[in-house]
């Protein structure tokens, strides 16, 4: 290879790893709002049945939960999930990478600290 063949490749490389780079992230933010289903906020999403403490039996109260990078779940056989666990594992509504993050519908018994979320859809304003 003469030296110009050399300036080519050392030039050309790093632009095709930023373009591959560039293009996962794009693929990334498509796969994941494909995943996440978000709906305006509407008093009509809220149904009417009231939810129980599976604790204590005593009526929870209506709110909203943000989940920071997902909700990941992993069932109790499996073990906890670890420190670096991908937001690919993460339970489809529960990721917002929104500027105002979505949220998930949710009730809490504050007496138990017992959280029940509604990962159906992400509501977002």
Known sequence: MNAAQDLWMAMTEPLILGALAIGFLIWLVVWIERRNRTVPDDPALWPDWAHSCPKCGAPMSEGWVLLG???????????????????????????????????NMGWRCERCRVLTIDYDKLVGK
């Open 69 to 103: 990078k997902g909700a990941i779940w992993s069932d109790r056989a499996a073990g906890r999930p670890g420190s670096f666990a991908s937001i690919g594992k993460t339970l489809p509504n529960t990721l917002s990478l929104r500027l105002r993050p979505a949220a």
